[in-house]
C-alpha cells in the first residue's frame, strides 16, 4: 500500500497527473527515514525540515495531516527494519495552465508516502570503512533542499559506480573544496576536531545535524567552513546519512585515508541513542491518537 493524498491504496494505483509540477518542473521536495520495529526514526527533524522546504518552496502542506497519513501507513505495513519515503509535489497549477510560477491561492500539493523493507548496512562494513571517489561537475543547484530534481546526484552516483565505488563525493571550486555526496554529507576528522564543509554547499542532513551535536557532547570540536580536497587526502573521512548513519571512508580516489573507525564507532553510537529515543516519542505521540 501507499499513502496519496491522506489514502492509503494499491501500488499500482498511485499515480499523479503528467501535469503534476513535480512532473513538469522538478517541483517536489522528499524526506528519507529509516524505519526500525514499525517507528521512523528522527521523524520529528525529517518533518521540520520538509516543513521549511515547502514554505520556502510556496507549496502549501499540512504537516500533521502528512504524519497522521504515515502513521496509518506504518500500522497497514509495518517493517522491522526497512525505509520510509514522503515526497511533496507542487500537484497540478489551478485552472490546469501551465508556467514556471505558480500562483499560491489554490494549489493542492500531491503527497505520496512509500515505506519497503530493507537489511541494515552490514557490521563490517563500519570496521573496514568504503571506498569513495571525487568529482566535479556534479554540483546540486540548490542544495540547501532535499529536492526531487536530483539528476545531479545520479550522476554523481552513476559515476562511483563505474569506479567501483561506494559513494561519491562532489567537489566545486579551484582548488577544489569538498561539498557533499550523492546521497550522504561529508565530515572531514584531522584526529582532534570535526571539519564539516560551509553552510551554504551541502544539504543540512538531519544526520549531520544530530551528529555534530553528539560530537560537541562528546568534546569533539566542530569547525564549519570551507574543506579544501587536500586537506582531506591527509585525513580521515565520515559520510553520514539516514540509512547510512555514520559510515568511515578507507580511501579516497584509491588513497588510503587516515583511520576514523573510532570516532565514527562513538558518534554512531550516540546516534543509534537518538534513533531510539526518537521512535519511542513517535509511538508515544502517533499510536495512541491513530
Same mark, same amino acid.
Given at each position: 500500500?501507499?499513502?496519496?493524498?491522506?489514502?492509503?491504496?494499491?501500488?499500482?494505483?498511485?499515480?499523479?497527473?503528467?501535469?503534476?509540477?513535480?512532473?513538469?518542473?522538478?517541483?517536489?521536495?522528499?524526506?528519507?527515514?529509516?524505519?526500525?520495529?514499525?517507528?521512523?526514526?528522527?521523524?520529528?527533524?525529517?518533518?521540520?525540515?520538509?516543513?521549511?522546504?515547502?514554505?520556502?518552496?510556496?507549496?502549501?502542506?499540512?504537516?500533521?495531516?502528512?504524519?497522521?497519513?504515515?502513521?496509518?501507513?506504518?500500522?497497514?505495513?509495518?517493517?522491522?527494519?526497512?525505509?520510509?519515503?514522503?515526497? %511533496?509535489? &507542487?500537484? $497540478?497549477?489551478?485552472?490546469?495552465? #501551465? @508556467?514556471?510560477?505558480?500562483?499560491?491561492? =489554490?494549489?493542492?500539493?500531491? !503527497?505520496?508516502?512509500?515505506?519497503?523493507?530493507?537489511?541494515?548496512?552490514?557490521?563490517?562494513?563500519?570496521?573496514?570503512?568504503?571506498?569513495?571517489?571525487?568529482?566535479?561537475?556534479?554540483?546540486?543547484?540548490?542544495?540547501?533542499?532535499?529536492?526531487?530534481?536530483?539528476?545531479?546526484?545520479?550522476?554523481?552516483?552513476?559515476?562511483?559506480?563505474?569506479?567501483?565505488?561506494?559513494?561519491?563525493?562532489?567537489?566545486?571550486?579551484?582548488?577544489?573544496?569538498?561539498?557533499?555526496?550523492?546521497?550522504?554529507?561529508?565530515?572531514?576528522?584531522?584526529?582532534?576536531?570535526?571539519?564539516?564543509?560551509?553552510?551554504?554547499?551541502?544539504?543540512?542532513?538531519?544526520?549531520?545535524?544530530?551528529?555534530?551535536?553528539?560530537?560537541?557532547?562528546?568534546?569533539?570540536?566542530? %569547525?564549519? &567552513?570551507? $574543506?579544501?580536497?587536500?586537506?582531506? #587526502? @591527509?585525513?580521515?573521512?565520515?559520510?553520514? =546519512?539516514?540509512?547510512?548513519? !555514520?559510515?568511515?571512508?578507507?580511501?579516497?580516489?584509491?588513497?588510503?585515508?587516515?583511520?576514523?573507525?573510532?570516532?565514527?564507532?562513538?558518534?554512531?553510537?550516540?546516534?543509534?541513542?537518538?534513533?531510539?529515543?526518537?521512535?519511542?516519542?513517535?509511538?508515544?505521540?502517533?499510536?495512541?491518537?491513530?
Amino acid at each position: 500500500m501507499v499513502l496519496l493524498d491522506g489514502a492509503l491504496v494499491p501500488r499500482g494505483e498511485a499515480t499523479v497527473s503528467a501535469f503534476d509540477r513535480g512532473v513538469m518542473y522538478g517541483e517536489s521536495l522528499f524526506e528519507t527515514l529509516k524505519v526500525v520495529d514499525g517507528a521512523p526514526c528522527l521523524w520529528d527533524l525529517h518533518r521540520d525540515r520538509l516543513t521549511r522546504g515547502c514554505e520556502e518552496s510556496g507549496i502549501p502542506l499540512d504537516p500533521d495531516s502528512v504524519w497522521r497519513g504515515v502513521a496509518r501507513l506504518l500500522a497497514r505495513r509495518p517493517v522491522s527494519h526497512g525505509v520510509l519515503r514522503v515526497q %511533496v509535489t &507542487g500537484g $497540478v497549477q489551478p485552472g490546469g495552465g #501551465r @508556467g514556471l510560477v505558480a500562483p499560491t491561492e =489554490g494549489r493542492s500539493p500531491r !503527497v505520496v508516502a512509500s515505506v519497503v523493507e530493507s537489511a541494515p548496512m552490514p557490521a563490517a562494513t563500519y570496521l573496514a570503512g568504503v571506498d569513495v571517489v571525487t568529482a566535479t561537475g556534479f554540483a546540486r543547484s540548490v542544495p540547501r533542499l532535499k529536492s526531487g530534481n536530483y539528476l545531479a546526484s545520479i550522476r554523481a552516483k552513476e559515476y562511483a559506480e563505474s569506479v567501483g565505488a561506494f559513494e561519491c563525493i562532489m567537489a566545486a571550486g579551484d582548488p577544489p573544496r569538498l561539498l557533499e555526496g550523492s546521497f550522504s554529507n561529508v565530515l572531514v576528522w584531522d584526529g582532534a576536531r570535526l571539519e564539516c564543509p560551509a553552510e551554504g554547499d551541502h544539504l543540512p542532513g538531519v544526520i549531520l545535524g544530530v551528529v555534530l551535536q553528539i560530537g560537541r557532547e562528546l568534546g569533539i570540536p566542530v %569547525v564549519m &567552513g570551507d $574543506v579544501g580536497l587536500a586537506q582531506a #587526502r @591527509g585525513a580521515g573521512i565520515l559520510l553520514t =546519512g539516514s540509512l547510512l548513519g !555514520v559510515c568511515p571512508c578507507a580511501t579516497l580516489d584509491g588513497e588510503t585515508l587516515e583511520d576514523s573507525v573510532s570516532v565514527a564507532t562513538q558518534l554512531r553510537a550516540g546516534l543509534l541513542d537518538r534513533e531510539a529515543r526518537s521512535r519511542e516519542d513517535w509511538r508515544t505521540m502517533w499510536t495512541v491518537s491513530m
